[in-house]
């Protein structure tokens, strides 16, 4: 299961030293449906000593979303020591997320 994420706890697990995939979505998003169990089922393979997969509904937590600049929704940032570097806005298969995953892990 996906880490949800809020003001309180995003900052310490984006600079957790893991690299972090954020999902940003909102319960009423039908592609933010169809991407849940995508991210549903990397958060149980990938390895969690290295990566968090987490999520971030843009309704509930709207300075997140200001701050990431978050226009569209589903958008996954993959962030790494903190800082975003990749971002992929709208439904994307399992494969290639792991891919750009994989890019970041040392």
């Known amino acids: 299961m996906a880490?949800?994420?809020?003001e309180k706890n995003f900052d310490t697990v984006i600079n957790?030293?893991?690299v972090v995939l954020v999902d940003f979505g909102?319960?009423?998003c039908m592609p933010c449906k169809m991407m849940?169990?995508?991210i549903?089922?990397?958060?149980?393979e990938v390895d969690d000593g290295k990566v968090v997969i987490a999520e971030c509904d843009v309704q509930a937590e709207p300075k997140i979303a200001q701050?990431?600049?978050?226009m569209s929704i589903p958008t996954l940032l993959i962030f790494k020591d903190?800082?975003?570097?990749?971002?992929?806005?709208g439904v994307a298969p399992k494969r290639k997320i792991k891919e750009k995953i994989?890019?970041?892990i040392s």
């Open 3 to 6: 880490l949800e994420l809020n």
């Open 16 to 18: 957790s030293g893991k």
């Open 26 to 28: 909102a319960e009423w």
């Open 36 to 38: 849940g169990p995508v």
């Open 40 to 44: 549903d089922e990397l958060a149980n």
């Open 67 to 70: 701050r990431f600049s978050i």
């Open 82 to 89: 903190g800082k975003a570097m990749e971002q992929m806005i």
């Open 102 to 104: 994989n890019q970041y």
